[in-house]
């Protein structure tokens, strides 16, 4: 007989369904399981943290890479700080080792230990700025009465411009007399100038004997006073005549007794010789004497042609009342040929203007074609230049040194017979 059996629990089929659902039951538990274990805290930080991050356009690697040079810079910083308050510490240390060593070294019975020396004896034993050395040779003619000073060279002079050389220049005169002031050639950039030029002066045996022989050595500036840079000095008493003296010396600071300086004037020269007419503005003095009681003056310029050493043509600016320092910036024209231009000086003058009284010198100056030095080379700026003004300071002569020199005759000549 046939009979039917009941399925077992425990069949196949069953058992695949159960395995199959089982996963499922056991991983939800799992993970409710582990959240349950983190810091709520912990999670709130580390949430905002990549939440700031989230807000940064810019990739995670590149974030930690700029946090992490940050640091890296902070951490230096703080390294060189501490560097450095360690080598204070030790400079401190070291200054009071040396203050007790010193102490310890000054003898008790000494009374003039540790003295704070004189601001002027502080100068690394030099006593002396060094000024540069100067050849120069003197020569007497007895039968001429002629004294001959002989510029050669300078080496080694002062700078005295801004990018380390000199324009150097000599002035050469005799003292006390001082009537003749001689002038070399200026010598652009340079420390050793080569000069070879030589002065006469007319001088007697016995005043020879009480007087010196000065050379000033000047760098030259066209548009401010010149500077000085030394001089040198020969007393002639001491000087063996008996033979040409040619000799290197030192040149010393300038000499702070000798006679007052006069002052400075600054002018333009321009000249045109298609128009035959010379241009000369006065522009301003500085540095003038004193000639009133009230120590001031009352300056005004005088302007003079001379043709053939003969005074020929004037003009003169307005007065300055009261001051050592004028300004006029005035300007005058002469009708000069080409042709006159080559034998023509000019003049100029400052004088104190005296309501009462006779006018009073104040300083002088020429140039021109008997001119030497500062004024010769001016001159000839000028007529190298043409239809340009040239302007340029020069330093105020006495009256009798300009007269003397160039000996000007008083009267001119009709000008129906005045040389073309």
Known sequence: MFSIRKPTPNSTHHNVSATTVHPFTIVPTTYTHTNTTIDPLAEAITNFFYDFLDKIPLPYWAIFTIFGVGALLILLCCLCICIKCCCKDKKKQNQKKDEKINMLGVNGTSTTALVQPDVADVDYG??????GKLLYSLEYNAALSELTVGVKQADSLKAMDVGGSSDPYIKVYICPDKSITCETKVFRNTLNPIFNE???????????????????????????????????????????????????????????????????ICFSLRYVPTAGK????????????????????????????????????????HVRKKTLNPYYN???????????????????????????????????????????????????DMLSNPRRPVAQWHSLLSAKQVNSTLNLKKKIPLRDKLPL
């Open 198 to 264: 030589q002065f006469s002066f007319q001088i007697s045996k016995s005043s020879l004997l009480k007087s010196t022989a000065v050379m000033k050595v000047f760098d030259f500036n066209r548009f401010t006073k010149h500077n000085i840079i030394g001089e040198l000095r020969v007393e002639l008493c001491d000087v063996d005549w008996n033979h040409v003296i040619e000799e290197w010396k030192d040149l010393g600071e300038p000499a702070k007794f000798e006679g007052e300086e006069l002052g400075e």
């Open 126 to 131: 030099s006593t002396k700025k060094q000024r």
């Open 278 to 317: 010379l241009n000369v503005v006065i522009l301003e003095a500085q540095n003038l004497k004193s000639m009133d009681p009230g120590g001031f003056s009352d300056p005004y310029v005088k302007l003079q042609l001379a043709l053939d050493k003969r005074k020929w043509k004037k003009k003169k600016t």
């Open 330 to 380: 005035e300007s005058f024209t002469f009708d000069v040929t080409f042709e006159q231009i080559q034998r023509v000086n000019l003049v100029i003058s400052l004088w104190d203007h005296d309501a009462v009284s006779r006018n009073d010198a104040m300083g002088k100056i020429f140039l021109g074609c008997d001119a030497t030095g500062n004024q010769l080379r001016h001159w000839a």
